[in-house]
């Protein structure tokens, strides 16, 4: 699979938001870097590993840190994202690609299953992605008839990341 089927995005996103402990967000703001998630293939990250953030999306992201870390204190880092080389999943060509990979994966490496995560981070480290994007769905269809939808970016390389600050700071009792 050649690199450049991965394309590279002009587009700078000024709105993204990762939730965090209000002592790690001010260190990663101190030290202007952030320390990726952990992977291996057990793991179920949604995009692989990477930062994650909220496209456009503080409230998600507030609600994110207070489910994940029950009480202290958050902060919620507002970070301007340079696409760069994506895997955006919103791209039906890189659907594809996936899915090509999944059955490559399946038959060459004898896995009983492979996740989309195990897919998708596989993806982004044969083609060197600076980032991996893609829709969530979270939860059913409210009774509106309007989904729940969450746009979620995996920053693998710190060097996408423009600018940040911290834009919220709150504590969870």
Not at 73 to 95: F, H, M, R, V, Y
Not at 100 to 117: C, H, Q
Not at 145 to 159: A, D, T, Y
Request: net charge positive; with cysteine; hydrophobic share 40%.
């Amino acid at each position: 699979m050649a690199s450049s089927q991965i394309k590279y995005i002009y587009k700078i996103v000024p709105d993204a938001y990762h939730g965090t402990k209000l002592e790690i967000a001010k260190k990663i703001i101190q030290e202007n870097k952030f320390q990726p998630s952990p992977y291996s293939y057990g793991d179920h990250p949604y995009l692989g590993k990477g930062v994650y953030f909220f496209e456009g999306a503080l409230a998600r992201a507030i609600k994110w840190a207070q489910d994940k870390f029950k009480k202290g204190e958050i902060g919620i880092i507002k970070a301007i994202i340079n696409l760069g080389s994506c895997l955006d999943l919103t791209d039906p060509e890189n659907i594809k690609l996936l899915k090509r990979l999944k059955r490559t994966l399946l038959k060459e490496k004898a896995l009983p299953s492979v996740t989309n995560a195990y897919a998708i981070n596989a993806c982004a480290v044969i083609h060197r992605v600076d980032t991996v994007r893609s829709p969530f769905y979270k939860g059913n269809w409210s009774g509106s008839g309007i989904p729940n939808i969450e746009l979620i970016i995996c920053v693998r390389n710190n060097k996408s990341i423009m600018e940040m600050s911290l834009v919220y700071q709150g504590v969870i009792r």
